[in-house]
């Protein structure tokens, strides 16, 4: 289980995303995922698709490592798209009773379900790509003017990473619970669907309990490091815009614009 989760790990390796500034690969995530309101053809759609797998491309992270990632999220996937299918008004394509699948009812079904995959797939390349404090230095960089307001800036940003990076560190914990459950007699893949859901009742109290018992353990190792609020704190190594920066919010800045003139021309 913990093999499928890759949302909070970093992957080690020298490609050009390795390389970019954090704060490049947060602005250009946050307008590649805005730009994903503007897919409404399947050419739209198809054109998404090409650029995210150009993305992994230049990422040199092997595809079947980062479509790991959408394995937790498959009944996710399946649940948007029955309900789609199911709820859509539109030309029928098949029904029994009250149930009725319709043309239109697929066809939003695929479009939604390929936006959540598309979704993944680049929050799982900015976690892949990107070291947790390095991640946490860029968001605290492109969040400083809010701290004029009042805003700690600092201890969100510390927030936001530690969070993504206990992902992991909470799925291994789960699989430790569940194989301790397996050694006892008690696997709940034997089990049906009904019981499966009542069986995980005793191992979620463990799971919270353990969790709460290491975020008070990293407070007491914060505390330990005089960390504070984290303000006037400096860092070793500087933020800095490089050529390869530029060039790449120039292509980010690019992918709106092209989503946005196929909309307008209505291919």
Same mark, same amino acid.
Do not use: C
């Given at each position: ?18 390389? %970019?500034?954090?704060? +490049? #690969?947060? !602005? /250009? *995530? ?6 994903? =309101?503007?897919?409404?053809?399947? &050419? ?29 999220i498959l009944f996710i996937l399946a649940f948007t798209f029955f309900f789609h299918a199911l709820t859509t008004e539109g030309a029928i394509l098949w029904s029994?009773?009250?149930?009725s699948v319709t043309v239109e009812g697929l066809l939003n079904g695929t479009r939604f379900v390929l936006r959540i995959v598309l979704l993944v797939l680049l929050?799982?390349? %900015?976690?892949?790509? +990107? #070291?947790? !404090? /390095? *991640? ?6 492109? =969040?400083?003017?809010?701290?004029? &307001? ?86 070793? #190594?500087? !933020? ?28």
């Open positions: 289980m913990v093999n499928n989760i890759l949302l909070g790990e970093y992957s080690e390796g020298d490609s050009i995303l390795h390389q %970019l500034d954090p704060r +490049t #690969k947060l !602005l /250009s *995530l946050f307008v590649i995922m805005l730009s994903f =309101l503007l897919l409404n053809t399947f &050419i739209s759609y198809g054109f998404a698709v090409i650029f995210i797998i150009g993305i992994i491309r230049l990422s040199k992270v092997p595809f079947r490592v980062v479509f790991r990632s959408i394995k937790p029994y009773s009250f149930i929050a799982s390349m %900015l976690t892949l790509t +990107t #070291k947790p !404090l /390095s *991640l946490a230095q860029g968001l605290e960089n492109l =969040l400083s003017p809010l701290s004029k &307001i009042g805003v700690p800036v600092e201890q969100f940003s510390l927030m936001i990473v530690i969070a993504i990076r206990f992902i992991p560190t909470i799925m291994q914990e789960l699989d430790r619970i569940l194989l301790a459950q397996k050694a006892r007699g008690h696997d709940i893949a034997s089990l049906s669907w009904m019981k499966r859901i009542f069986a995980f009742v005793p191992i979620l109290v463990p799971l919270i309990f353990t969790t709460v018992k290491r975020a008070e353990q990293l407070t007491y190792a914060i505390d330990a490091r005089a960390y504070g609020n984290g303000k006037g704190r400096t860092v070793y #190594k500087q !933020l800095q815009f490089k050529r390869m920066d530029v060039i790449v919010g120039g292509l980010t800045i690019l992918f709106p614009m092209i989503l946005l003139m196929i909309k307008i021309g209505g291919v």
